[in-house]
């Protein structure tokens, strides 16, 4: 009874989702504010159905019930609870209904925040949320329904996916689809703004903190993602171009270029165009990450779906909502022309020009490698595959431009930088890039890249501490110039500086992240040992400063799986450790899992797999050392921290 409350409320939210849409546009249309209003009970009327509808969902699966259809497909009265909860997402049914979920939350909450702020917008942004919203709940009621019964029931389900037992399945997915739909919010106020005719930057203003929240959702989603990879498949990495992990990234690099390019449009009024352009492009690759995962074009380990019906009506919906947005763009583009141009190819503005048209290339080229191979298969039947060395070959030269740019920007001054401002600024973070050389030789980098890099990354980290100094110097002469004030102390000029611009050394700091992001990228790419070997109960073997001792191999089982664990003592300078890889078992699915034993230290990790029986009392083993690439998962907390940061930002600068 209760999934059919369930569905019964989804249905009642989706008529709600028309109403809101529909009742916003007549509102606007005939000026009948009460019809807008009529919209604006909608978006939390919808919230509060589609809560129901996922909660009825969440309690099928609780509860074991498995006449339920999607609960007989991704659970099993073996299921540890943990893994349970989260199975609700574990399919493209019940992750499409969180996903409409997280848009109405959405939904009502920009309309809690901004009805009263944005009474001239507000109408549009309803109907275009509205609309979203009517789309997405088409796909889950009629082609995608997690509501479905099955009669007569099973004793048991089939099980969730063994790869998504993992704490991983609990993180990853919800992130990226905060960071997916959180797009949405920005994207529907550009158009608003668009079509109402407010070209100022009055709708930035009011996205800021949503366009950070979803980046930063997105980016977490992403790096945890990698890191399930990374210590779930066995393979030593962490990101292998794969076209689903690929469908994330593309969003992530146009929404990074916009959040720097609005910056320039508060500032001093231009790219107003580009900007509308980067936020429609970024939702839409947002749609298209949809489209790849749940339509079953693509083979990945990340894809679950496979219905070309359901695949068709998204591509179509897709197709609908670029046409209305690059149609209302161009129809009303000359709204948005402005007197005022880029003033010299050395200023700050130019800078962040040409990171933005690195970042759109980078984009365009992950778009690329991630269609073709579908374009070829459709229009030939013939199977290709676009791998590492196509993205490396194009995609590292473009991170290597975007590093320089994030060194040199600091320096740059507004509107025009003079030479004698360079030659002021430049030295010390010349030096310290010039000290890039020798890390370089130092840890004996032979690849030019790696040199390249390890130059930037030194260079980056002068001009933002010239730039942190400069601020600090500035705080305390301000306060030396006031009568009779004592000098201020170093440490609250410090405090004061990054507490009175929380977005721009909030930026700082997510740049301070990417710097310590490439060190665990050049160390893990430029020095890792693999070692692929035979091993007995007893022997030894020798990786870097490693010597590995395998002392067993038996049997393991907990919960739902049993597995085969091998017992390797790990010893370097005194230090002793014992590592346990496994390869598990699960009752109800025939393929096994790579379970790999992984030890962390801020040098590297050492990294072993579990392979196969070859004969009796010998086993295939894969071993990795990987250098500095817990770097990788601590810069990411630091780009965390610092996006935060900069979320603590009041509309304008203090």
Aim: glycine fraction near 8%; hydrophobic fraction near 50%; charged fraction near 10%.
């Amino acid at each position: 009874m209760w999934i059919e409350i369930g569905h019964f409320a989804a249905i009642l939210a989706f008529l709600l989702a028309i109403t809101q849409a529909g009742a916003a546009l007549v509102g606007v249309t005939l000026a009948r504010p009460a019809w807008v209003r009529v919209g604006m009970r909608a978006a939390f009327l919808i919230f509060a159905l589609l809560t129901l509808a996922g909660g009825t969902l969440e309690y099928a699966f609780l509860s074991h019930d498995f006449s339920v259809r999607y609960v007989a497909e991704h659970a099993s009265l073996e299921l540890p609870v943990f893994y349970l909860a989260t199975a609700l997402w574990g399919g493209h049914e019940g992750s499409l209904l969180l996903w409409a979920w997280l848009l109405a939350l959405y939904n009502a909450m920009t309309v809690w925040r901004h009805w009263s702020t944005h009474a001239r917008s507000m109408p549009w942004i309803l109907v275009i949320l509205g609309t979203v919203l009517t789309g997405f709940l088409i796909l889950i009621l009629f082609l995608s329904s997690p509501f479905d019964r099955l009669i007569p029931p099973p004793a048991n389900g089939r099980d969730l996916n063994p790869l998504l037992q993992d704490p991983g399945m609990v993180f990853h997915p919800p992130f990226l689809y905060m960071g997916y739909v959180g797009f949405a919010i920005p994207y529907a106020f550009a158009m608003a703004a668009l079509i109402v005719g407010q070209t100022s930057e009055e709708w930035i203003l009011a996205t800021r903190r949503w366009t950070l929240f979803a980046w930063l959702s997105l980016t977490v989603g992403i790096v945890f993602g990698g890191y399930w990879a990374y210590y779930e498949l066995g393979w030593g990495g962490y990101w292998a171009w794969d076209p689903v992990e690929n469908a994330s990234f593309m969003p992530w690099l146009t929404a990074t270029a916009f959040l720097h390019s609005v910056m320039v449009q508060e500032r001093r009024g231009i790219f107003k165009t580009w900007n509308i352009f980067l936020i429609i492009t970024t939702f839409a690759l947002s749609l298209l990450g949809t489209f790849l995962v749940r339509s079953g074009v693509l083979s990945s380990v990340h894809a679950f779906a496979s219905d070309p019906q359901r695949g068709v009506y998204i591509l179509l919906f897709m197709s609908v909502v670029l046409l209305f947005s690059f149609g209302t763009l161009v129809l009303r583009s000359n709204l948005l022309r402005t007197e005022i141009h880029l003033e010299s190819n050395l200023s700050k503005e130019a800078a962040f020009l040409f990171n933005n048209l690195l970042l759109v290339v980078a984009s365009l080229t992950v778009l690329l490698g991630t269609l073709y191979p579908l374009a070829v298969e459709t229009l030939s039947n013939a199977k290709v595959s676009v791998g590492a060395p196509y993205y490396n070959k194009i995609f590292i030269p473009i991170l290597l431009g975007t590093l320089l740019l994030m060194g040199i920007s600091p320096l740059l001054a507004w509107r025009r930088t003079t030479g004698s401002r360079l030659h002021r600024l430049l030295p010390l973070p010349l030096l310290l890039g010039l000290g890039g050389i020798g890390t370089a030789f130092w840890f004996q980098v032979s690849h030019p890249y790696g040199w390249i890099a390890l130059i930037l990354l030194c260079f980056i980290m002068g001009t933002h501490l010239l730039d942190v100094v400069h601020g600090v110097t500035a705080r305390r002469a301000a306060r030396a110039k006031t009568a009779g004030a004592a000098p201020l102390p170093l440490w609250a000029a410090l405090l004061q500086l990054f507490s009175r611009n929380k977005r721009r050394y909030g930026g700082l700091t997510v740049h301070l992240g990417i710097v310590v992001m490439s060190v665990g990228f050049i160390g893990s790419g430029l020095f890792q040992q693999e070692r692929d070997l035979l091993l007995s109960p007893g022997d030894s073997v020798t990786l870097g400063s490693w010597t590995l001792t395998l002392e067993s191999v038996g049997k393991a089982a907990k919960h739902n799986w049993t597995a085969l664990e091998a017992v390797v003592r790990a010893e370097r300078e005194g230090e002793s450790v014992l590592l346990r890889p496994q390869k598990r078992s699960y009752g109800k699915m025939s393929q096994p899992t790579t379970e790999a034993a992984i030890h962390t230290t801020w040098r590297e990790d050492l990294y072993i797999v579990l392979g196969d029986t070859v004969k009796e009392n010998t086993w295939n083993f894969r071993i990795y050392r990987n250098p500095l690439i817990v770097w990788i998962w601590w810069g990411t907390g630091l780009m965390a921290f610092g996006a935060l940061f900069a979320m603590l930002q009041g509309r304008r600068p203090s």
